[in-house]
């Protein structure tokens, strides 16, 4: 397979634990994306990056939050202390950035997260 | 990025066509339309983008207004599997997709 895999699918948590999820995008993309989306709501952006750069912040991304990407290649999204208002699907994304062309994100399934 | 606009949810006969159209009034001249879809519990999936060209794959066809302020992404014979939320997402290049709330298209049988 080679599409975005994340691991895990789905991450039951109590409130105040910490959670860390993994992304493997398709290994000749260059940028790596973190999406939020909760309920009844198209994807939010959080964070992304470019090699192994983090180029970007939303607003989103509180201090609880922090993502890695260490060798250009997967990538980490830690939540710290987590809290119910976490609870949402993550989805990850990546896609090839060259200049002169237009590239669309290939996504993974996502990784459901329940804060209780 | 340009805003867009999507009705909130469509229903469309098994067999039918599918056109779902999105407006894109404020789009500048460098910026494609895309087109995302997501299935229930799954991550949106790609369906076809463009610039100022219709374009046609194996899952839809894009028709793009010659002003460019809006389009309709078609899906010629809908099935049942096709039951998703559509995204319509203007982008430039390098920029990243902003998702609005999309249409939610039910087909029936």
């Known amino acids: 397979d080679t599409g975005v895999s994340q691991d895990p699918r789905h991450k039951i948590t109590k409130r105040g634990q910490n959670v860390t999820f993994r992304c493997d995008p398709i290994?000749?993309?260059?940028?790596l994306y973190w999406y939020r989306q909760t309920l009844g709501q198209g994807p939010e952006f959080l964070t992304y990056?470019?090699?192994?750069?983090?180029?970007?912040k939303s607003r989103l991304l509180s201090d609880r939050f922090s993502a890695e990407r260490p060798k250009g290649s997967f990538s980490t999204l830690e939540i710290q202390r987590t809290e119910q208002g976490d609870s949402a699907m993550y989805l990850c994304?990546?896609?090839?950035?060259?200049?002169?062309?237009?590239?669309?994100?290939?996504f993974g399934s996502g990784t459901r997260l329940t804060v209780v | 990025d340009a805003k867009t606009t999507q009705p909130t949810s469509m229903d469309c006969a098994e067999g039918r066509a599918a056109n779902l159209p999105c407006n894109h009034s404020?789009?500048?001249?460098?910026?494609?339309v895309y087109w995302y879809r997501q299935i229930h519990s799954q991550g949106p999936q790609y369906i076809i983008h463009?610039?100022?060209n219709n374009e046609t794959n194996e899952m839809a066809s894009l028709i793009i207004t010659e002003d460019r302020k809006s389009s309709t992404l078609i899906l010629p014979h809908a099935t049942l599997r096709d039951t998703a939320v559509y995204y319509c997402?203007?982008?430039?290049?390098?920029?990243?997709?902003?998702f609005g709330s999309g249409t939610k298209l039910n087909v029936k049988p």
């Open positions: 404020t789009i500048s001249g460098n910026e494609y």
């Open positions: 997402i203007v982008r430039g290049n390098f920029n990243k997709f902003y």
């Open positions: 990056f470019q090699n192994e750069a983090q180029l970007e």
């Open positions: 463009g610039l100022k």
């Open positions: 290994s000749e993309h260059n940028r």
């Open positions: 994304a990546s896609s090839l950035a060259q200049a002169g062309a237009n590239y669309g994100y290939t």
